[in-house]
């Protein structure tokens, strides 16, 4: 079955730098756009950012673009996502996803997600 399991959350600070990994199982990882979603307290799931198969295109939210990096290593099934200039709106517990879209509510479902990591970001 699919696995999808992150690590590499933990409390920062404002500023701060971390990157997020994310192991994947149990389907062929290469054949898959791959993403990073995000939950905040009390708030619904944001896409965070989304990469093609072959790391020739990647997709960032106007919050994070320029900030964080996303990217994917097809040989070792894993997924990464690198955060610089972290702010305290970016505190989430953040999930590596596949297979989301928008439903009709306009509200982003993902088919698989893991089960997160969490970042905090405080000083």
């Known amino acids: 079955q699919v696995r999808l399991v992150e690590s590499g959350g933990e409390l920062v600070q404002p500023g701060g730098s971390l990157r997020l990994s994310c192991t994947a199982s149990?389907?062929?990882?290469?054949?898959?756009?791959m993403y990073w979603v995000r939950q905040a307290p009390g708030k619904g799931l944001e896409w965070v950012s989304a990469?093609?198969?072959?790391?020739?295109?990647?997709y960032y939210a106007d919050s994070v673009n320029g900030r964080f990096a996303i990217s994917r290593d097809n040989a070792k099934n894993t997924l990464y996502l690198q955060m610089t200039s972290l702010k305290s709106e970016d505190t989430a517990v953040y999930y590596c996803?596949?297979?989301?879209?928008?439903?009709?509510?306009?509200?982003?479902?993902?088919?698989?997600r893991g089960q997160g990591t969490q970042v905090t970001v405080s000083s």
């Open positions: 996803a596949r297979e989301c879209t928008y439903n009709s509510a306009y509200n982003l479902v993902c088919r698989y």
């Open positions: 990469i093609n198969t072959g790391s020739t295109a990647t």
């Open positions: 149990g389907f062929t990882f290469r054949n898959y756009w």
